[in-house]
């Protein structure tokens, strides 16, 4: 096997390293309030859920080539509120869209005439499409090294209807079958072909 010293030697290739072979990573379309109101909206693919109690997401907004923060990193820092969407295969074209760089300001949904639709407890909207959406209150930011972590606690979920079982209140996994991301730069999944297996008790 190959050794890679991610430290010294081989630091400067760390991210398409890792981002390569941790896979597939969820993807968070992340709808934020630009501060003149418009919808701001991008993807992260470093992020996951990280907990139960309370519900806690983790998402990391890397920096613009300049070095200032991402429209996403201000708003949630500014607003302490955003929307986490998770992406369908149909909407898989749009959110890769998305991740262009735009000036601060800048409204992506009505760039991608996205629709949205009213969340229950924050201020950004769901876009109205999305097979889930997740309405997170900001926790905390933090940075470590040049990374910027950040934390939201969840206190709505909103989920399709089919893709929902209403009596056991489980998401039913056979047919929920969102994007996932693969290798850098441009690699991505579908994840329909799965298999189970039953886990000790």
Same mark, same amino acid.
């Given at each position: ?127 109205? #499409?999305?097979? *889930? ?6 926790? /905390?930011?933090?940075?470590? +090294? &040049?990374?910027?972590?950040?934390? @939201?606690?969840?206190?709505? #979920?909103?989920? *399709? ?6 009596? /056991?209140?489980?998401?039913? +996994? &056979?047919?929920?079958?969102?994007? @996932? ?21």
């Amino acid at each position: 096997m190959t050794e890679l010293d991610l430290m010294s030697t081989h630091a400067g290739r760390a991210y398409p390293i890792l981002a390569s072979l941790v896979t597939p990573r969820p993807i968070a379309w992340v709808s934020t309030l630009n501060e003149d109101g418009g919808v701001n909206i991008a993807p992260f693919s470093f992020f996951n859920v990280f907990g139960a109690e309370p519900p806690l997401v983790i998402f990391s907004p890397g920096d613009r080539d300049d070095g200032t923060p991402k429209d996403t990193a201000r708003n949630c820092e500014r607003t302490g509120e955003f929307v986490v969407n998770l992406v369908s295969e149909e909407l898989a074209e749009a959110m890769v869209r998305t991740a262009a760089s735009h000036p601060y300001g800048t409204s992506e949904t009505k760039y991608e005439k996205l629709e949205t639709a009213a969340s229950s407890i924050v201020a950004p909207p769901r876009i109205a #499409a999305a097979p *889930a959406a997740l309405e997170c209150k900001l926790h /905390k930011i933090e940075i470590i +090294g &040049e990374n910027r972590l950040v934390f @939201g606690i969840v206190h709505r #979920a909103w989920v *399709a209807d089919d893709l929902f079982d209403p009596e /056991k209140l489980r998401v039913r +996994g &056979e047919m929920y079958h969102p994007v @996932g991301r693969m290798s850098v730069p441009n690699w991505y999944c579908h994840t329909r072909d799965l298999f189970e297996m039953i886990r000790p008790a």
